[in-house]
């Protein structure tokens, strides 16, 4: 019995050990440090098993196997819980794609495209070798041995961006990677110029039915309209992406279009990249990335490459969250203790950029827009209190505020019609054009107010 009992500490020690190993792995070497904020509450619980596993040593024998039985079983249990709950999500999804399957093809006469995104690059490429994946600034934030940070997407290619309609959108992405027809950038009058992610960069649409697409259409294509938003950026990114990508020349207007459900999550990454924070401690800093066209676009190639590796080993993905209780977690753990946001780094890079812009003569617009989760959870807004807290930046800052939530969604009938199939996703194309419109509208009235 004495032996058993001290086999058990050790192993509840050694299991410890090598959770904490596991998380330090995690957030040091595969994330470089960038998500440190996120796995700071696994550390912390990963320390709290070597103290416990230490104090077993010292516990009655008979208490020690009684406890060990008892997480065994909690253990076991979990593993059951999360297995319903894989299978639960999977089989939610497998009829959420039958159902958009079937309204598609009741809408259109046509069949809905079934394809992965690489499928598609195959089937493409073989009519169009120079056709490429998007491939996203903030995949690169976790790299830790880059020599420049790139902030858009490869440059003058044919860019399959992602189906949530029923069709794939695919892009010809400008002389800098980004989603505009390229004849924007020899506009001598940019009316407006747009920073924000995959919404604003308008996933999962073609071209014309984005947010700045309608923007042109609204603007009767008089003067230019520049987007340069890019899937998962976050406000550090935008930031950085106004300073390096402000043209030379007259812009009227910046649109910060903020995404309410992760914006300020993905800044907590950001700020621990050793390049993107140069241009929160130095306002003279520049990687002069529009002069390293050849170079990012080895760099974007080299990354995209990397990305299908990682789809033909999806499988492992899925057994890895698995055995991480992925499912679990994100109903207990990353509720119960949701990751800190650093209100006060937001408030800094917003205040820089409206600094920018003011020297620019330009005016800076705050775009608030809420997702899909606002509207589907009953009552459950997770983001109620960061709303109250970047109201009052911004009102401390003097910046104008387009609140998207309060001029369309909740004054709109059907708010879950503005997006694919009612389902998960970015807007659909009457979402973007809506959005569009309100933006466009409130505008003229803040402006006549001036």
């Known amino acids: 019995m004495k032996n058993i009992s001290k086999i058990i500490s050790t192993i509840l020690l050694g299991f410890s050990i090598i959770l904490l190993c596991f998380i330090f792995y995690r957030s040091q070497i595969v994330h470089a440090g960038a998500l440190f904020n996120y796995y700071l509450k696994y550390y912390v619980i990963a320390s709290l098993f070597i103290i416990l596993s230490f104090i077993s040593f010292f516990i009655p024998k008979e208490l020690k196997i009684n406890i060990t039985v008892f997480f065994i079983s909690i253990l076991i249990a979990a593993y059951f819980v999360e297995g319903y709950l894989f299978i639960q999500n999977s089989l939610n999804k497998k009829q959420e794609e039958q ?4 309204i598609y093809k009741n809408n259109t006469g046509k069949d809905y495209d079934k394809r992965t995104k690489f499928e598609i690059f195959h089937d493409l490429k073989k009519e169009n070798p120079n056709i490429a994946i998007r491939v996203h600034p903030a995949s690169f934030v976790s790299d830790k041995n880059l020599n420049y940070f790139p902030l858009s997407g490869l440059s003058n290619r044919k860019t399959i961006q992602c189906n949530e309609n029923g069709y794939y959108s695919i892009y010809q992405s400008d002389r800098y990677g980004f989603n505009n027809p390229d004849k924007e950038w020899d506009r001598d009058k940019i009316e407006f110029l747009l920073l924000g992610d995959s919404f604003t960069n308008g996933s999962c649409v073609n071209e014309p039915d984005t947010i700045s697409g309608n923007l042109r ?13 890019q899937g998962g950026s976050g406000p550090l990114i935008e930031y950085a992406t106004l300073k390096e990508y402000f043209p030379i020349k007259k812009v009227e207007r910046v649109l910060w279009i903020h995404f309410a459900d992760n914006d300020l999550l993905n800044l907590m990454g950001e700020l621990e990249n050793k390049i993107l924070v140069n241009y929160l401690n130095d306002a003279n800093f520049s990687q002069n990335l529009i002069l390293r066209k050849e170079e990012l676009q080895k760099l974007l190639l080299n990354k995209l490459n990397q990305e299908m590796f990682k789809q033909e ?24 203790f949701p990751t800190p946001v650093q209100h006060e780094k937001f408030k800094n890079i917003l205040k820089l950029s409206n600094d920018f812009t003011k020297q620019k003569n330009s005016k800076l617009y705050f775009v608030y827009i809420v997702g899909y989760n606002k509207y589907s959870n009953s009552g459950n807004d997770k983001n109620v209190q960061n709303y109250k807290k ?11 505020i387009i609140d998207i939530n309060k001029e369309l969604f909740e004054k709109h009938e059907d708010p879950l019609s503005l997006f694919p199939f009612r389902m998960s996703g970015h807007y659909n194309e009457k979402g973007y054009q809506l959005v569009a419109q309100t933006i466009f509208n409130k505008i003229k009235i803040l402006e006549k107010k001036l």
């Open 99 to 102: 159902d958009k399957y079937a």
């Open 390 to 400: 970047i109201i009052k930046i911004l009102k401390s800052l003097e910046i104008p």
């Open 313 to 336: 080993r999806s499988n492992a993905k899925n057994v890895g969250q698995f055995l991480k209780l992925k499912n679990l977690r994100n109903i207990t753990v990353e509720i119960f």
């Open 217 to 229: 259409k609204l603007n009767n294509n008089e003067n230019g309209i520049l987007n340069l938003g």
